[in-house]
């Protein structure tokens, strides 16, 4: 094959699928039981009108897709791209069953969003927008039935509006009692301490413990990030604390390249006001955006879309760890390519599983009335990550299998074993 063939891209839902049909033959998943996992269990999709700052009316699109809640409410963010649609948002949420199960959470899977570009709205315009889309999901979202968290241009802000809407639609006596309607929310509206950095902290920590496990260290070793919002930005920064160097970040506008190190707070200074954007910063050359994934480096983190390392590019890859921050970022044809070159894939359900247990550990705060402070949550963290991890390593050692094949097997089976002892509604 030569490089300059381009193969076309799977969806992300192809890809999905194509995990989850590869794990059920492998685990011999109950064929009742798999039939109920392939498909989702509500598709919502609501179109609502929302006045702008000039007086026009504009009509939005968003989605909320609900996969499977066998083992408890939905959970899983919603996201503001314009390239979001029902077929991402079932992938997104399937993935998010598979995540929730191998943390052993007492959740399910769900996820959406807008199709919609947020650079062109005001921050006055998005809160509308984020308003009404709250009322028009309804009841279709709940603190013990879905409750949504942060994603791709979302925030605490986000969820604050959410929760604040949602609450505003109860009883004055039952307002109370709905605050964990979502997770991710600001710490003075009732969210966690450290649930910013919980995501990125989980990439983190993964990669530790992959590296660690190898006799290695993080010191001097080289990484490159694919996106830099919530999740990139975290990573970085305790990559770097931990004696990694930053080589090169990309992101829709720009890919940049320091051989000397980037850094990470100078890099977070310059984008944070632009919207996220790292284009025209300083401390680093601009370099063209085909030869990121070429970069010789140790560690590969794609922390941005979905379907970014494909057949197309996933030979050029020289790093022996890639590290998914994002969800779904390797497709099957990419992935065959670097299991072939011995490199180690952290499967996302593993890797960035740690901003859903923040999440849970959120919602028990709220539904509890408590207040952890940020020591307690990281320490509860740390040690809910390095259980699975360890539950993950033990399975590929035990079936001499990826780290995906191995994460999959997991979550899938525990799924599985819920159905089983409870039983099918008839």
């Excluded at 392939?38 to 609501?46: A, D, P, Q, R, S």
Aim: glycine share 10%.
């Amino acid at each position: 094959m030569a490089e300059t063939t381009k193969i076309k891209k799977l969806s992300m839902y192809d890809t999905v699928m194509k995990q989850f049909n590869k794990t059920a033959d492998l685990i011999d998943l109950n064929p009742n039981i798999k039939k109920i996992l392939g498909i989702t269990n509500n598709e919502i999709i609501v179109h609502f009108p929302v006045k702008m700052d000039d007086g026009k009316v504009e009509v939005f699109t968003g989605y909320r897709v609900q996969h499977n809640n066998a083992l408890g409410p939905y959970k899983g963010g919603l996201r503001y791209h314009p390239t979001i649609d029902v077929e991402d948002a079932k992938a997104l949420a399937m993935w998010m069953t598979w995540k929730t199960s191998l943390a052993g959470l007492p959740y399910g899977g769900a996820k959406g969003g807008i199709k919609i570009d947020p650079r062109k709205y005001s921050d006055a315009e998005l809160e509308r927008i984020t308003r009404r889309l709250t009322y028009a999901l309804g009841e279709n979202i709940g603190p013990e039935h879905d409750i949504p968290a942060p994603d791709v241009n979302t925030n605490a802000q986000t969820m604050a509006w959410i929760a604040d809407t949602y609450m505003s639609t109860k009883a004055t006596s039952e307002r109370s009692q709905n605050q964990h309607v979502v997770t991710g929310k600001p710490v003075g509206t009732g969210g966690l301490e450290g649930r910013d950095r919980a995501t990125g902290f989980g990439v983190y920590f993964s990669i530790k413990q992959l590296v660690e496990s190898r006799d290695e260290s993080l010191k001097d070793k080289t990484f490159i990030v694919q996106g830099f919002g919530n999740v990139g930005y975290w990573a970085s920064k305790f990559l770097v604390e931990d004696g990694a160097k930053l080589l090169s970040v990309q992101d829709a506008h720009a890919t940049l390249f320091n051989k000397d190190g980037i850094s990470v707070e100078n890099l977070y200074k310059h984008s944070s006001p632009r919207k996220g954007s790292i284009k025209g910063f300083d401390g680093a050359e601009e370099m063209d955006p085909e030869d990121f994934f070429g970069l010789e480096c140790d560690i590969v983190i794609p922390a941005a879309l979905g379907n970014q390392i494909t057949a197309n590019n996933a030979f050029k890859i020289k790093a022996s760890i890639v590290a998914e921050g994002a969800n779904g970022p390797t497709d099957d044809d990419g992935e065959k390519i670097l299991l072939e070159n011995g490199i180690t894939i952290i499967p996302d359900i593993l890797c960035n599983s740690g901003g859903v247990i923040g999440s849970y550990f959120e919602w028990l705060q709220n539904r509890n009335g408590e207040l952890w402070d940020l020591d307690e949550v990281m320490e509860k963290l740390e040690k809910k990550l390095l259980k699975v991890f360890k539950n993950v390593q033990g399975e590929v050692d035990k079936s001499k299998t990826d780290w995906r094949t191995a994460a999959y097997k997991i979550a899938i089976s525990r799924i599985e074993t819920a159905y089983i002892q409870r039983g099918i509604f008839p």
